[in-house]
Structure formats: C-alpha cells, structure tokens
C-alpha cells in the first residue's frame, strides 16, 4: 500500500481541477465524538457538521470549514440541522492508481483509498478522499 506524505498536488501534471455539486444532510454534533467512513475514522468536536452525502457516504467537517463551503437551502437557516449545498470551490483531484493511505488534516486521523479512488486537496495540507463511483456523480469541471 502506497503511503502518502507531505503530498502536493499543485504540481503534479495528473491531477484535474474539479468542483463538488451536491445537496447533503447535515447535523451538528451535540458532543464530541468519531464516525467510521469507508476511508477511515473522522473525529469531530461539538458543533462540527455531521453530514451524509447524496450517495449514504458520511463524513464531518468542522463548523470552521463548513460555513466557508456549503449554503443553506431554504427554508434551513445557517447553523440549523437540515439540507445545504456545496458552494462551488475548485478543488484538486487526482485518480489513484493503488491503494494508500494518507493523514487527514483534521484530528490527525489516517485516511485509507482503493485503488482508483480519488485523492482530494482542498487547500495544502488538507485532504480527502472519494470513491470513484462517487467522485463521477457528484464531482464536475468548473465553469
């Protein structure tokens, strides 16, 4: 297995830039905890943004990073549990050949992908990663 470090994928002539169109459920974590993915444990803090994706794929996202990357949708107000979409960042992404591991920026934790999944890099030192099943419904080229 592949393990990545200290990666960067500004550089690299293979990774594509996308955006992600997607409405998500969203609650906010009364208190601290941790839920499994397919990619690995994601640690949350209180008030961090529990979300589940159009494809039943979970994952959190602290309160920080989530009011910077999704809106509300009516009639939900910001902060509140409900529906929001994803603001249309442009991220870079790139289709991995094996399988490998990296750390996530958030809480430390040791993310895992399959061969052909897609690592993600939202801002240096800050990752994720999606099935390719998943990165090809809900992932596009920017306008």
Not at 9 to 38: I, M, N, W
Not at 42 to 65: E, F, H, P, Q
Not at 77 to 87: Q, V
Not at 88 to 108: D, H, K, N, W
């Amino acid at each position: 297995m592949l393990e990545l470090n200290n990666i960067d994928l500004t550089g690299d002539p293979a990774a594509v830039l996308v955006v992600k169109d997607e409405v998500v459920a969203v609650v906010f974590a009364a208190t601290a905890g941790e839920l499994s993915s397919r990619e690995g444990p994601n640690r949350y803090a209180a008030g961090d943004a529990l979300i589940t994706g159009s494809t039943g794929d979970r994952w959190s996202v602290s309160r920080s990073r989530f009011d910077a990357r999704y809106d509300p949708v009516a009639p939900v107000r910001a902060g509140e549990d409900g529906a929001y979409r994803c603001k249309a960042v442009t991220v870079l992404a790139r289709q991995m050949p094996e399988a490998f591991t990296l750390a996530r920026s958030c809480g430390g934790d040791i993310l895992r992908g399959l061969a052909h999944d897609w690592l993600l890099q939202y801002a240096p030192g800050d990752f994720g990663i999606v099935a390719d099943a998943r990165f090809r419904r809900v992932y596009r080229a920017p306008d």
